[in-house]
């Protein structure tokens, strides 16, 4: 078999379920909608150039969708369809809004297919096993090739040590099959979290992410969850102080849907085994560095996820699945990856 990374053949995780429902968190300000390419944008502009802005936050002001007072994109219709999709299709939307939880990896086994798991059609409710037919039209380009936002050829498992494709996969199938097997995520990873962190601490951290992210968004809010239950974490006696969940509703929608309830351990196990299948972390750190910032989230996902079951009556599948939301949010955020540049293994 060749070493290097290719698109083909496409490979899913086993186990892995997802289906559009419309549950309409994604088109939210749940989350930047954007950057948009050049291209992206002028066919953005092309149906409605109202419905472009640009983000001032960095150092280069970068085109996204306009996000509507409801927190809702401007081209989200009423009934949570997509106005772009439902006047021109979806190849006039951005490549995210296409894609999106769907990703591709290529490696020497091939395209690999990643799922993001905070969408609640991702993670609640009835949803068919994912397969090459079901994901190809959110995979492929505009020319219908199949398009990888990364190549893995190897991997360090630790600053020392790194490995071959092959040597990795036999790492990760006992990983995932212990997940597989309902093993608790917690003995999966085997680490503490809040590891010992380089000039700073885990307070000083968290304080930092709660100062720079509230900004009335709902990703600012679910960065104050994050925060609240970080500093729960570390102090017992913390009294958490909570905002409201703009997100609630899609939840809701995703629990309405037919559907086996899953349990806890089940949605928790089955998002790490994501986290590890995505190979998204061989962009900036080691996989030693993966295991404790893993454990760091899950171990705050799970006091969100009992908040979420004592004080909101949640069932404990949706309950994980909204802290899931949480944690994915802002572990997806340049605010943890800083953090996670200073953890000391
Ligand atoms: S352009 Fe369409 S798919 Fe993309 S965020 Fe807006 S409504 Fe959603």
């Not at 954007?34 to 472009?52: F, H, N, T």
């Not at 899953?262 to 750190?285: C, G, M, N, P, Q």
Request: aromatic fraction near 6%; glycine fraction near 6%; charge should be neutral.
């Amino acid at each position: 078999m060749s070493s290097e990374p290719r698109v083909r053949p496409i490979v899913v995780r086993p186990g892995a379920r997802y289906q559009c429902f419309g549950d309409g968190l994604c088109c939210t300000d749940i989350h930047i909608l954007g950057p948009l390419s050049k291209r992206e944008a002028k066919r953005v502009a092309q149906v409605d150039p109202s419905g472009l802005t640009y983000d001032d936050d960095g150092d280069e002001e970068q085109p996204v969708l306009r996000v509507a007072t409801d927190g809702g994109c401007h081209f989200l219709l009423p009934d949570r369809r997509c106005g772009i999709h439902a006047s021109h299709g979806p190849m006039q939307k951005p490549d995210f809004c296409r894609r999106f939880p769907v990703g591709l990896v290529a490696t020497p086994q091939g395209g690999r297919v990643t799922t993001e798991h905070r969408c609640p059609c991702r993670t609640l409710g009835d949803r068919p096993l994912l397969d090459e037919d079901n994901v190809m039209s959110s995979i492929v380009d505009r020319q219908g090739r199949p398009k990888a936002e990364r190549r893995v050829k190897r991997v360090a498992l630790t600053k020392k040590t790194k490995v071959s494709f092959d040597e990795w996969r036999a790492v990760e199938a006992d990983l995932l099959g212990r997940l597989a097997s309902g093993e608790d995520a917690r003995n999966v990873l085997g680490v503490r979290p809040f590891p010992e962190l380089k000039k700073s601490d885990w307070a000083t951290e968290l304080d930092a992410i709660a100062a720079e992210c509230l900004d009335g968004s709902s990703f600012g809010f679910a960065a104050l969850w994050f925060v609240e239950h970080g500093r729960r974490r570390l102090d017992r006696e913390h009294r958490l102080r909570l905002p409201v969940r703009p997100w609630a509703a899609a939840f809701d929608r995703a629990l309405a849907r037919d559907g086996e309830p899953r349990t806890d351990v089940d949605v928790f196990s089955d998002w790490i085994a994501d986290e590890i299948w995505s190979l998204k972390w061989t962009d900036d750190r080691t996989f030693d560095v993966v295991c404790v910032e893993l454990a760091t989230r899950l171990s705050i996902a799970r006091a969100v996820a009992r908040t979420l079951r004592a004080d909101h009556a949640c069932r404990p599948d949706r309950a994980a699945a909204e802290a899931i939301m949480v944690v994915e949010l802002v572990g997806e955020s340049t605010y943890w990856s800083d953090i996670v540049a200073k953890i000391r293994v």
